[in-house]
Structures are given as structure tokens and as C-alpha cells.
């Protein structure tokens, strides 16, 4: 075993790390709910409490879907094709609100990490936080969503396992952070710019927080991102990632049909239990048969396998060999993940060269293996490095960043 594993084995806080953590805190929504993260059914249901007609409510809710989903609509006033009564009354008991940016970080490299306040019926001291990072790329643009305040789990070299977990959150909050990177990026069906199309086009919920823990709602806000009559992102530009959940893997292939990433990061069960604790409840064997029996998994549609390259802990030819054995059978890509520090971390990246042997193995066995460009480094963007940073700001910082924000 390496230095810095037992190490951090002999302190106690791998060996005695509980699997999951409880959520502290349960949903509170505001006293005049947001209608964003409402599927049509839904949208319809609302408009029947305030007195729409039963024969009105399913042209209503299309209407309202158009407006929310498609054009991004961000009060009742813009939609004009809604007649002003009922956009009074609309406005009367509903909003089209979004996450609150409280702080915008824009990385060297162009990544952008929101920090995002979320609405709800708590005193604003309460309120809670989020983080959603916008990446681009010369062919695409992709947006890491987050599926909880904090995080279930306890993955001993990923920041955002150290944080505490306070609630799940809503649909609507994890549509909303999509809905808020188009504000920023004047990213909506209208916007004119020269070279046209998207500046969103893949969403990743490898945010803060394991998605499969909060099934439903990620389910119901990937099931509205991917409408073609709205946000309109294609399932097979949404990936969920998971650390093992493995009795909701083949339902999320059932019910959402994204495509799908596992975060592995090791080949022995014994050094899975200790970088990510969710193996000992379900251990490798049990992640890999949920993997071979995701739906409609093909070489079109490949299963990524996240591996974080740890310095002397799991980046051996050896732990090579075992991977390109272990996944035989499974139509998958390995994505290798440099290691991104973060401060207090015991852990160091693999050194390039020793990355570099790694992925040439894996290939040379007929695995795609394209080593993931660490992009947010310098504002703690990049994978792993999501925590909330600004919760330790001065309440006079966190006054000034949120002027700044509404000034942008």
C-alpha cells in the first residue's frame, strides 16, 4: 500500500467512513412556487388550482412549456401569446424563477463555476448553495450539473465527498441550473449571434452529489432537458454518472435512457472499499454485471468508465491489465482522470509519463482511453474539486460578489 493510502488508512478517516451520509435538511419551497421543472401533466395540474377550465389546461401548458423550455422566458410579462388576464393571474400565484447566481468564477482556460443560491420558503440564512460549471470545447459546450446540496457519499480523494449532505434537490432545481447557464450564455432559442447553434450542447450530471440517490428528480429534469419541444439536448448528450449504485443502474437506462458513466477508479475490491465506500455495499463484480445489463448499451453507445490517476495507488500496468480484463464484454470507453488536487488532500497525480504507459495499454487492447484535460484547476472547477468554496467567504464578500453578479 502507498504512503499517502495509509496514511490516510492509519487516521481513521477512510476505515471508519459510513457509506452514505443522511441528508439534514429536507425541501422547503417558497410561499409563490417556481413552475420550472413541471413536465406538461404537471404544468396542467397547476393551472386547474387556479381556475383554468379542464378543456383549456392542456393548451395552457403548452404554451407555458414553449415559453419556459424553449424560449427561457423569465416572467410572465414575456409570454405574449398568453393573454394578459391569465398572465395576471399566473404571476398571482406562480414565478419562473431560477437558482440565484451569488458568484461567477471565470477560469484561465474559459471554464466558468457558477455558484448558485437555491429559492425555497427558508430565511435567506438558510438558504442553500450550489455549484454548476459551464466547460467549452471547440465542438461542443458542456454544463456539470449537480443532484444534491453536498454529497451522499464519502470517495476519500474527491473534495466534494467532504461536504456534508444537506438535502436533495428538486427537479425543478436541476433544470434550473441549465436554464440559468443559457441566461448567462444568451444561450435561448432567439439569441443571435454569428456563428449560430448552441453554446450548451452536453449536459453531465457529475456534479455535487450522486444522482442515483435522488433518482426521481434527476430523472423527471433529464426527462425536460432533453424534450425536443424545449431545452432539446439529446439523451445522447446527457450522461449521468454514478459511483455504483447498483440497483438503480439498468432503471436509469429504463427510464431516462442517458448515457451512462461509472466513476471505477480501481480494479480490487479492497482499494474501491477505501477510494470509494459505496463498494462495500456493492463491490465490483455487482457494478459490472448492473454495467452489462444497462439498457441499449452498444459501441454507438458506449458506458464510460471514470479512473482517477492516483500516484502509486491505482495507476500500475498491472492495474491496467486488470481493468482491460474486467471490462471485457462491456461496449465502454476509459476516460483517465489526472488527479485534482485539492487543499488538505493526501493523494498526488500520477506523473505524466506513468498516465501516458496506462492509457497506451488500454488502448493497445481496443479500449478508447483519451486522458480528460483538467479545465477549472485555478477556481476549483475541475473534477472532484467542487465544494462550495464561497460558503467561507465574510458576509461582506459574499454581499459584494452578489452585486457583482446582478451587475453582470
Not at 172 to 194: K, S
Amino acid at each position: 500500500m502507498t504512503d499517502s493510502l495509509t496514511h490516510m488508512t492509519a487516521a481513521g478517516s477512510i476505515a471508519s467512513a459510513p457509506l452514505e451520509k443522511i441528508a439534514l435538511e429536507t425541501y422547503v419551497p417558497p410561499a409563490k412556487p417556481s413552475l420550472i421543472g413541471l413536465s406538461r401533466a404537471e404544468l396542467a395540474e397547476r393551472l386547474g388550482t387556479i381556475g383554468v377550465a379542464p378543456a383549456q389546461r392542456k393548451m395552457r401548458a403548452q404554451q407555458l412549456w414553449h415559453w419556459i423550455y424553449f424560449r427561457g422566458a423569465a416572467t410572465f410579462d414575456q409570454m405574449t401569446s398568453i393573454s394578459k388576464e391569465m398572465r395576471g393571474q399566473l404571476e398571482q400565484h406562480f414565478t419562473v424563477a431560477r437558482p440565484e447566481v451569488v458568484a461567477e468564477q471565470i477560469s484561465n482556460d474559459g471554464t466558468r463555476k457558477w455558484l448558485l443560491r437555491l429559492p425555497s420558503g427558508d430565511a435567506v440564512e438558510k438558504a442553500h448553495e450550489v455549484e454548476c460549471v459551464y466547460i467549452p470545447e471547440t465542438d461542443r459546450g458542456t454544463l456539470c450539473v449537480s443532484s444534491q446540496v453536498g454529497c451522499t457519499l464519502n470517495c476519500s480523494f474527491c473534495h466534494t465527498g467532504t461536504q456534508r449532505l444537506v438535502r436533495n434537490l428538486t427537479a425543478g432545481e436541476i433544470v434550473g441550473q441549465v436554464m440559468v447557464a443559457r441566461d448567462r450564455l444568451n444561450d435561448w432559442a432567439d439569441r443571435d449571434t454569428p456563428g449560430g447553434g448552441r453554446l450548451v450542447t452536453n449536459v453531465v450530471m457529475m456534479g455535487m452529489g450522486e444522482p442515483l440517490y435522488n433518482f426521481d428528480a434527476v430523472r423527471d429534469a433529464l426527462l425536460i432537458v432533453a424534450d425536443n419541444e424545449g431545452i432539446g439536448i439529446s439523451r445522447r448528450r446527457i450522461t449521468l454518472s454514478t459511483s455504483g449504485v447498483v440497483p438503480n443502474i439498468v432503471r436509469a437506462g429504463e427510464e431516462i435512457g442517458a448515457m451512462l458513466a461509472i466513476s471505477l477508479h480501481a480494479v480490487r475490491d479492497e482499494l474501491r472499499d477505501e477510494l470509494v465506500p459505496l463498494n462495500r455495499k456493492y463491490p465490483i463484480a455487482e457494478l459490472l454485471q448492473a454495467c452489462r445489463d444497462y439498457p441499449a448499451s452498444s459501441n454507438a453507445r458506449r458506458i464510460t468508465f471514470e479512473y482517477v490517476m492516483l500516484k502509486g495507488v491505482n495507476d500500475s500496468l498491472d492495474d491496467a491489465r486488470l481493468l482491460v480484463k474486467l471490462l471485457k464484454g462491456i461496449p465502454a470507453k476509459i476516460n483517465l482522470i489526472p488527479f485534482n488536487p485539492w487543499p488538505g488532500t493526501a493523494y498526488e497525480c500520477s506523473d505524466w509519463n506513468q498516465i501516458e504507459k496506462f492509457s497506451e495499454y488500454i488502448f493497445d487492447a481496443g479500449y478508447s482511453s483519451p486522458v480528460r484535460t483538467p479545465r477549472g484547476r485555478d477556481i476549483l472547477a475541475a473534477c472532484g474539486q467542487l465544494k462550495s468554496e464561497t460558503e467561507k467567504l465574510s458576509a461582506r464578500e459574499r454581499q459584494a460578489l452578489r452585486a457583482m453578479a446582478m451587475t453582470d
